[in-house]
């Protein structure tokens, strides 16, 4: 237990030492339903939990495998998906009751399709959960009616629908990851429907070849003959910490029948490898979320197959922090054919001592090997290496976003290079398209694919068609992965970096890259306009000519009101520059907000032109420009690109003037009593027009003369304040001469003596002391005052009568 919390402070201490995260932000963000990003969407009533996702070979049709039923959807047409064949597969009253007695929620006593696969050209092999009894059937593709024929799922699929498993069919054999029992405890890797003089297959689970494992995904190789499956489990070989999470990768031959006496009808050609994502300083990345291949480029060899994949922490440290890592199948290779650590059958512990091989554990062909080398590999089995990362570091880290799927692809770009493009899916919902470039991972865009926070199961690319589709808990989207039209100048072409898109001179537009034969301007190392737009006619940045100035977006001010200038963003990783004519823009006047918006205190000073320049990766562009003016009392017709007239209304009323003009929007606002003006500019503009934005005006509403304003009075301002002044000094003379007249009536007030009866006071000094001055006899005030006071004031002792020295 000590050397537990001494490995776990040593790894915080770590984590506090590790080198700063960069923190990626994507170019281009899309929120749900932007008509600048095209989504679509399938959603049904009677569709919920997609589990599973299968394209077709013709890629035309997309099977959805989810609660209760088999979906066919037609995707052949661009604008929409629609429903082609739709399969029931529920179970029965009677199996969900019975599910229910076990103790199971209703709501998980369904039919969850869990395994979807083609198993021949005219079948699919799907699996389910079918109440907590799995069941797997036979789906004829071209009619789509399911067999008669029920075969028992245990170890083809799991039983409870949140339980993860990867399932493939190689050659008609089904192999697959999954537990295969109730209560989730027997892990098991298996094969199903042999072939031929092949038997059904499973992992020897005496001697804990898998640790509570979490299946992710499945490869094959057919080079190698192998089949690689991905998981994390615990690690017992870190005994010296409790329950270390570790990421696997293990491996089988698809030849493989078992042993003749050791081992029969178990895999005699099973190894695992601990995959290690970590950079150095850092602590690593210890648990699997995903892993996605990419074959190698055609006309490479096979041990240049790449897989990608998802890994987080379960250190605290690292909490919210995902990382990507690849691994070469030349380095996995690798690390098989080495040493392998010793388990002790006494402790079950392991040891990293070496000892003579006597045979190579996860060879193929190991069936016809004596019991002693069999008896070998059934004990060593857990490789002494771990297979590193591709250059050992890391492909991406994100300090603030989780990634729970990947998808990954080559694409061939203008300059005869493959580049790598990730896509990855955020538990928020966002999905990132990363392009990886030497100088480390650049974000294209991210695209909102739903609103709140799904259970994604699914994610499956379509490159001939140049779509993903991604499976939800509520239905399926489809997103095209290029999205070039966006990108309406060379500049802004060039600065997306995207490997689909270029831009074609002959055109004057952004193109993918497969549907041009012409040669196309792109830079998707270092994204250099100047460079990549040379021969293009730019549009150079507005200058100011002090004889020539340019007209803008006219606002029409108050002195002394607040003026905010918006500046629409070509990007989120550019920076908005502002500009005046042949002065600077003072900190003491100007303030320049998070939003890249000028705010400034109308003035004499302060009026004139205003130019906003957007500055992204050395390139500048005109973004807007404004001409701030003063209200007048005659406001002539400008003539601002487009034709303007102004509105009056009484001095009590808001005065609104709204410019519009193509995706640009002006408002300015002020009144009597609040002298505000704000400039609202809308950032969709036209993807159609020059490189940077004509300002222009259009008629305002009613073509009539402002009328005249005098200059400010505070006349009311001041009346208002003197009231005050004077109730607040009446109301402290008030104040004052109570507290005088209290602490007069307390030196006046009797004392009291040791003699009760000259405690008692007479009718008359009792009513007087009360500072009751109407007298018992009913005589009434002289002068203010009680007959007698002159006399009772003029006593002897100079007190009141009765009133004790």
């Known amino acids: 237990m000590k050397n537990c919390r001494v490995v776990s402070l040593a790894m915080t201490l770590l984590g506090f030492l590790s080198p700063c995260l960069t923190w990626l932000t994507p170019r281009v963000s899309f929120p749900l339903g932007s008509p600048g990003r095209h989504t679509v969407h399938f ?110 799922g245990r170890g083809r699929c799991p039983y409870d629908p949140y339980q993860r498993n990867t399932a493939l069919i190689v050659d008609g054999e089904l192999y697959t990851g999954t537990v295969a029992d109730y209560r989730g405890n027997r892990p098991v890797i298996s094969r199903h429907l042999s072939q ?26 057919e080079d190698e003959g192998k089949l690689y499956f991905f998981f994390s489990e615990v690690g017992r070989e870190y005994d010296f910490i409790d329950k270390f999470i570790v990421s696997r990768v293990s491996q089988i031959c698809t030849s493989d029948v078992g042993g003749q006496r050791t081992l029969q009808r178990r895999w005699t050609t099973f190894a695992k490898a601990q995959l290690l994502c970590q950079a150095d300083g850092e602590l690593p990345y210890n648990v699997i979320q995903d892993m996605d291949i990419l074959p190698p480029p055609h006309g490479t060899p096979a041990e240049d197959t790449l897989f990608y994949g998802i890994f987080s922490s379960q250190w605290s440290v690292n909490s919210g922090r995902s990382a990507v890592c690849s691994f070469r199948l030349s380095d996995i290779k690798s690390v098989f054919s080495g040493n392998y650590k010793v388990l002790n059958r006494d402790t079950l512990q392991w040891s990293t001592r070496v000892q003579e091989k006597v045979a190579n554990p996860g060879e193929c062909g190991l069936h016809n090997a004596t019991d002693n080398a069999l008896r070998f590999i059934k004990e060593n089995f857990l490789a002494d290496d771990s297979v590193r990362p591709v250059g050992r570091s890391l492909a991406l880290v994100s300090a603030e976003h989780s990634y729970s799927h990947l998808s990954v692809q080559r694409v061939l770009a203008a300059n005869s290079k493959y580049y790598t493009v990730l896509y990855l899916l955020t538990e928020t919902g966002y999905l990132h398209k990363v392009v990886l470039v030497q100088g480390g991972p650049f974000i294209v865009e991210e695209v909102q694919v739903f609103e709140q926070p799904h259970t994604v199961l699914g994610m499956q690319l379509s490159e001939a068609k140049g779509v993903i589709y991604v499976g939800t808990s509520q239905g399926v989207v489809r997103l095209p992965m290029a999205n070039c039209s966006f990108y309406w100048t060379c500049a802004q072409c060039v600065l997306s970096r995207d490997p689909f898109c270029g831009w074609d001179p002959s055109s004057r537009t952004c193109v993918e890259i497969s549907s041009s034969k012409t040669a196309l301007f792109q830079d998707i190392e270092r994204g250099n306009v100047d460079e990549s737009c040379s021969s293009v006619p730019l549009n ?192 402290l003379i008030t104040i004052f001469l109570y507290v005088v007249r209290q602490r007069c009536r307390s030196r006046t ?46 006593g002897s002792n100079g007190h009141l009568p009765n009133t004790p020295m």
């Open 43 to 152: 959603t049904s009533p009677d569709v919920t939990n997609t589990t599973t996702l299968l394209l077709s070979e013709q890629e035309d049709v997309l099977y959805v495998g989810c609660r209760d039923a088999v979906l066919a959807l037609f995707v052949g047409h661009k604008e929409a998906m629609s429903l082609q064949n739709k399969l029931d597969w529920s179970p029965s009253e009677k199996d969900i009751e019975q599910c229910s007695m076990k103790g199971k929620k209703m709501a998980d006593c369904r039919n969850f399709i869990r395994v979807l696969q083609f198993l021949n050209r005219t079948h699919i092999y799907a699996c389910g959960t079918f109440a907590f009894s799995p069941r797997c059937t036979y789906i004829n593709s071209e009619t789509f009616v399911m067999s008669n024929r029920m075969d028992e």
């Open 196 to 221: 031929g003089a092949k038997v059904d297959l499973k992992l020897e689970d005496t001697l804990g070849w898998l640790e509570d494992p979490t299946f992710i995904s499945s490869s094959y190789i």
């Open 540 to 731: 150079p940045r507005a200058r100011f000519n002090p004889n020539n100035l340019p007209a803008g977006e006219l606002v029409l001010v108050s002195l002394n009101a607040m003026v905010r200038l918006q500046c629409p963003k070509a990007s989120q990783l550019s920076q908005q520059l502002w500009e005046r004519p042949n002065s600077r823009l003072s900190s003491d006047l100007f303030l320049q907000l998070e939003d890249g918006s000028l705010s400034f205190v109308a003035t004499p000073a302060t009026l004139g032109h205003y130019l906003c320049l957007s500055v992204e990766n050395g390139y500048q562009q005109t973004m807007a420009i404004y001409q701030v003016k003063q209200k007048s009392s005659l406001l002539p017709n400008f003539q601002t690109g487009r034709s303007a007239s102004t509105q009056t209304s009484t001095p009590t009323a808001a005065v609104s003037q709204r410019t519009e003009r193509t995706g640009t929007v002006v408002e300015t606002t002020s009144s009597s009593h609040s002298t505000h003006a704000s400039i609202s500019v809308n950032t969709q503009e036209d993807r159609n027009s020059s490189g940077w934005w004509e300002v222009s005006q259009e008629d305002f509403r009613d073509r009539e003369l402002l009328q005249s304003r005098r200059s400010p009075c505070y006349l009311k301002e001041l009346v208002v304040v003197s009231v005050l002044l004077v109730f607040c000094l009446s109301l």
């Open 749 to 794: 007030m009797p004392q009291a003596s040791g003699n009760p009866e000259s405690n008692r006071a007479s009718p008359v000094d009792q009513e007087r002391i009360n500072g009751n001055w109407v007298l018992s006899n009913g005589q009434g005030l002289h002068n203010g005052k009680p007959s007698g006071f002159e006399e009772a004031h003029a």
